[in-house]
């Protein structure tokens, strides 16, 4: 008996508490990603249930974005102001309402759902980072933004490998429902296990004056990074970079293995989340390496190079094998993962009171993809192909995919010229 109670002391010593305390925050962003690729493993199931074609199942799903992205400032200077565990709590039991709406069989209340999905998400990975602000050294904060991000793949990875199966013998109402319980026991997890304040910092008189900044004072904050050219370089190439995620992973991965590529459901369901894998090992190495060599400029300018080069020949050249494929995918989220790079730059040209607005307006601008491109492309897919509707899941071509997808070499072009512009911070956090 004393040998567990001393193992459980030291699992919950100071040491391991910050480690803790993000770990938790980030099972929330894990949750939330799950929830952010349901449509694509259920994609005929939905547009057959609303009779809708590509263009409208993109703006089915992009109904997240519409509440997710506009929200990132707002949240951001609430978590400065607040703190993240009442926030959390309440944003984990609005997905849980979000997510049963979405189960439902009319479409307007099916899109409310995912956009009450995409209000609750929106807290998430701000919040996890607003942890780790408080929590972790400052000095590895593009490593942590890393390993963030690799535990938030895990939802998606899960997500694509364990719904499509459930999908098939449950049925997709079901599937959903199980992911609100789940939504619920996690909430409860949050609101008895997170600490808004680190205790090694409560002595700090500048902790206490940051706890105690007025809103007037953070929105002056808000306004300043609105001005500031490094913060709006840092969010664009952001939002290009995470292309290959937000539109192709997310949504219309699995369809262009299924028609495109030719892939059984069950194996698209398995390959398409090597992506997300890759971005995973890509945001903890990267992350990790900037902090060493304390540079973000080059690691971002040569990762989007190598991202653009790789999606270059995955999209364009014909005849790839199942093999080439696979290990495509998973280098195009691997270069693509110094996306993760571009929060710190933001977050290193702010004061530390404001981190939490910073990085939530540097959220907000990598959001903006996934929110603009997943109904466009779709509408290309439906102009492209000639046809206006593809109620039935008709299979659309190679060709009508390289056309559509063209848009994520393109911004992944663009990211490598913005990268040029951007300051190099030197892995310095202003005061």
């Given at each position: 008996?004393?040998?567990?109670?001393?193992?459980?002391?030291?699992?919950?010593?100071?040491?391991?508490?910050?480690?803790i305390m993000c770990g938790i925050g980030a099972l929330f962003y894990c949750y939330e990603y799950f929830l952010r690729v349901t449509p694509s493993v259920m994609q005929h199931e939905l547009m057959q249930t609303f009779n809708i074609d590509n263009m409208m199942f993109g703006f089915l799903s992009a109904f997240y974005y519409y509440a997710y992205?506009?929200?990132?400032?707002?949240?951001?200077?609430?978590?400065?102001?607040?703190?993240?565990?009442?926030?959390?709590?309440?944003?984990?039991?609005?997905?849980?309402?979000?997510?049963?709406?979405?189960?439902?069989?009319?479409?307007?209340?099916?899109?409310?759902?995912?956009?009450?999905?995409?209000?609750?998400?929106?807290?998430?990975?701000?919040?996890?980072?607003?942890?780790?602000?408080?929590?972790?050294?400052?000095?590895?904060?593009?490593?942590?933004?890393?390993?963030?991000?690799?535990?938030?793949?895990?939802?998606?990875?899960?997500?694509?490998?364990?719904?499509?199966?459930?999908?098939?013998?449950?049925?997709?109402?079901?599937?959903?429902?199980?992911?609100?319980?789940?939504?619920?026991?996690?909430?409860?997890?949050?609101?008895?296990?997170?600490?808004?304040?680190?205790?090694?910092?409560?002595?700090?008189?500048?902790?206490?004056?940051?706890?105690?900044?007025?809103?007037?004072?953070?929105?002056?904050?808000?306004?300043?990074?609105?001005?500031?050219?490094?913060?709006?370089?840092?969010?664009?190439?952001?939002?290009?970079?995470?292309?290959?995620?937000?539109?192709?992973?997310?949504?219309?991965?699995?369809?262009?293995?299924?028609?495109?590529?030719?892939?059984?459901?069950?194996?698209?369901?398995?390959?398409?989340?090597?992506?997300?894998?890759?971005?995973?090992?890509?945001?903890?190495?990267?992350?990790?390496?900037?902090?060493?060599?304390?540079?973000?400029?080059?690691?971002?300018?040569?990762?989007?190079?190598?991202?653009?080069?790789?999606?270059?020949?995955?999209?364009?050249?014909?005849?790839?094998?199942?093999?080439?494929?696979?290990?495509?995918?998973?280098?195009?989220?691997?270069?693509?993962?110094?996306?993760?790079?571009?929060?710190?730059?933001?977050?290193?040209?702010?004061?530390?009171?404001?981190?939490?607005?910073?990085?939530?307006?540097?959220?907000?601008?990598?959001?903006?993809?996934?929110?603009?491109?997943?109904?466009?492309?779709?509408?290309?897919?439906?102009?492209?192909?000639?046809?206006?509707?593809?109620?039935?899941?008709?299979?659309?071509?190679?060709?009508?995919?390289?056309?559509?997808?063209?848009?994520?070499?393109?911004?992944?072009?663009?990211?490598?010229?913005?990268?040029?512009?951007?300051?190099?911070?030197?892995?310095?956090?202003?005061?």
């Amino acid at each position: 008996m004393n040998t567990q109670t001393k193992t459980i002391s030291s699992i919950f010593s100071p040491k391991y508490l910050p480690w803790i305390m993000c770990g938790i925050g980030a099972l929330f962003y894990c949750y939330e990603y799950f929830l952010r690729v349901t449509p694509s493993v259920m994609q005929h199931e939905l547009m057959q249930t609303f009779n809708i074609d590509n263009m409208m199942f993109g703006f089915l799903s992009a109904f997240y974005y519409y509440a997710y992205t506009p929200l990132q400032i707002p949240v951001g200077v609430l978590m400065d102001r607040f703190g993240p565990r009442r926030l959390i709590t309440f944003a984990c039991l609005i997905c849980v309402v979000g997510t049963c709406l979405f189960a439902a069989n009319i479409f307007s209340i099916a899109a409310f759902g995912r956009f009450l999905v995409g209000f609750g998400s929106a807290f998430a990975f701000v919040g996890v980072m607003k942890l780790a602000s408080i929590w972790l050294p400052p000095s590895r904060f593009a490593m942590v933004c890393g390993l963030v991000t690799a535990l938030g793949m895990l939802g998606p990875v899960l997500g694509d490998i364990l719904l499509t199966p459930m999908v098939n013998i449950i049925g997709w109402h079901q599937t959903v429902f199980i992911t609100a319980i789940l939504g619920v026991i996690l909430a409860a997890i949050i609101w008895f296990s997170i600490k808004d304040k680190n205790p090694a910092q409560q002595l700090n008189a500048a902790d206490e004056l940051h706890q105690s900044t007025s809103f007037r004072d953070l929105f002056s904050g808000l306004a300043f990074m609105v001005r500031t050219r490094q913060v709006w370089f840092a969010g664009i190439i952001a939002c290009f970079l995470y292309l290959p995620i937000s539109v192709f992973a997310e949504l219309w991965g699995i369809p262009y293995l299924e028609q495109a590529q030719h892939f059984p459901e069950i194996h698209a369901s398995i390959v398409n989340p090597l992506l997300f894998v890759g971005f995973s090992i890509g945001g903890i190495a990267f992350g990790w390496l900037s902090d060493r060599i304390e540079r973000r400029k080059i690691v971002i300018i040569v990762g989007a190079a190598l991202a653009l080069i790789v999606s270059c020949i995955l999209f364009y050249v014909p005849n790839l094998s199942v093999t080439q494929i696979c290990v495509l995918l998973f280098l195009l989220g691997l270069f693509a993962s110094v996306e993760v790079i571009t929060f710190a730059v933001s977050r290193e040209s702010v004061a530390n009171r404001f981190a939490g607005t910073a990085i939530a307006m540097t959220n907000f601008l990598t959001m903006l993809g996934g929110m603009v491109f997943q109904p466009v492309i779709g509408r290309l897919l439906d102009w492209h192909s000639g046809n206006a509707l593809h109620l039935s899941g008709i299979a659309l071509t190679n060709s009508d995919y390289r056309f559509a997808l063209s848009i994520v070499p393109i911004c992944l072009a663009l990211a490598i010229i913005f990268g040029v512009f951007v300051h190099e911070t030197g892995a310095e956090v202003k005061q």
